[in-house]
């Protein structure tokens, strides 16, 4: 990928004001967003199955590392093989009222046939998958570009969380044991039984309390990799990843 496109895409996402406006990850709408990174699960799910289902092309290409990412102009698709310290970077123009999961399928449709034309006329899978990267751009960028950062992650649920009324930013306060008490105590005044609340309810709220608590004391992280407006295809798992929070710590 050019820089000249990165910064485009990177004006795309900001207000005239100089706000961020959020975009789903999956289709790009703005519409009725808020702070969220897609638009609803199905969009996301219906991104990952298309990408998922063109992992064979993935493969036949050598792919260590690969980007999927968007503009509302160009879906981009940028590839690290294996062995290689050069980026290949397939570019697809938008394609009227169609969203990125279709555009990249059309797009990998037609990397797909110009493989097996090739194989099957010179019989050679390397030849094949010569003749498809002679159609990407060759890029000088940073192979961090494509290869991905470690984020480490707090290994607690979400669902603690908002029981208590807390955000993910309070798991980095040093007074945490203080303010996951507090949470509690304000959530016990409004759902324990002894004041007309809900015992199920209460019951999870102890519960979560119990677990933010006993994560304060012994911090636990999970390592994934990726980036935060990327999808990632890895090619030791042979799958794609999607976008990582981007409220996590890298290492």
Not at 143 to 168: E, F, G, H, T, W
């Amino acid at each position: 990928m050019s820089i000249g496109i990165e910064r485009i895409m990177e004006k795309s996402l900001t207000a005239p004001q100089g706000g961020k406006i959020y975009k789903c990850l999956s289709c790009g709408t703005t519409e009725n967003m808020g702070r969220r990174r897609y638009c609803s699960t199905d969009c996301r799910l219906r991104l990952r199955l298309k990408l998922d289902m063109r992992t064979g092309l993935i493969q036949a290409l050598n792919a260590r590392f690969a980007t999927f990412y968007f503009s509302d102009q160009t879906i981009m698709m940028d590839m690290l093989p294996y062995g290689s310290r050069e980026i290949y970077s397939f570019l697809y123009p938008r394609s009227p009222g169609k969203k990125p999961a279709e555009d990249f399928s059309n797009m990998a449709d037609m990397l797909g046939t110009a493989w097996w034309e090739e194989k099957r006329r010179t019989r050679k899978r390397y030849l094949a998958s010569q003749r498809v990267m002679e159609e990407a751009v060759r890029n000088q960028t940073p192979l961090l570009s494509v290869r991905p950062v470690l984020i480490n992650m707090p290994a607690i649920r979400d669902a603690s969380l908002q029981r208590l009324n807390l955000k993910k930013a309070d798991l980095m306060n040093p007074e945490l044991k203080t303010l996951v008490r507090n949470a509690y105590r304000r959530q016990a005044k409004l759902f324990h039984p002894d004041v007309g609340g809900d015992a199920p309810a209460f019951l999870k709220i102890h519960q979560a309390y119990e677990d933010m608590l006993h994560w304060a004391e012994n911090p636990v992280y999970v390592t994934r990799r990726g980036f935060p407006d990327k999808w990632l295809y890895d090619g030791n798992q042979n799958r794609w990843l999607q976008p990582i929070p981007i409220r996590a710590h890298r290492r």
